[in-house]
C-alpha cells in the first residue's frame, strides 16, 4: 500500500467532509461503507478501491483528482455545497438513513404516512 497516498485521500476526504458539515457516518452510508472502515480511510489507513473513490468524490463534491492530491485544492477555501446536500437539513438525512434500512413492506408504509403528512 502507498501510505502516502492513503494519508493525502483521508486527509482531502477529512476536510471536505468538515467544510460541508457531514459525519462520518453519513458520508460512510453514502458511499457504501461501515462507519470503522470510513474512519480508517480518513485516517490513511487504507486505499479505497476506484468506484470507492469515485462514490467519495461524488458524495463530497471533489474530483477524484483533489482526492489523489493531484490538483490544488483551493488554497483552504470551503467547497460550494451542492444544491442537494443544501437542501437537506440534519432531520431530513437522519430520515433518509432510517428509510434506507427499510425493507420494501415498510418503506412503501412510511410513503403511505409521508404523502398523507403533506396533504
Avoid: C, F, Q
Avoid at 15 to 30: D, F, I, K, Q, S
Amino acid at each position: 500500500m502507498n501510505e502516502e497516498l492513503a494519508i493525502t485521500i483521508g486527509t482531502v476526504a477529512r476536510e471536505a467532509r468538515e467544510n460541508l458539515g457531514m459525519t462520518r457516518a453519513e458520508v460512510a452510508e453514502r458511499v457504501g461503507l461501515v462507519e470503522p472502515a470510513y474512519g480508517r480511510l480518513e485516517r490513511g489507513k487504507v486505499l479505497p478501491s476506484v468506484p470507492v473513490l469515485h462514490r467519495l468524490g461524488l458524495t463530497l463534491g471533489i474530483s477524484p483528482e483533489a482526492l489523489l492530491g493531484t490538483t490544488p485544492r483551493g488554497g483552504g477555501k470551503k467547497p460550494p455545497r451542492s444544491p442537494a446536500l443544501e437542501a437537506e437539513t440534519p432531520e431530513l438525512r437522519r430520515l433518509l438513513a432510517l428509510a434506507r434500512k427499510l425493507d420494501e413492506e415498510k418503506l412503501d408504509a412510511l410513503l403511505h404516512v409521508a404523502t398523507a403528512l403533506t396533504r
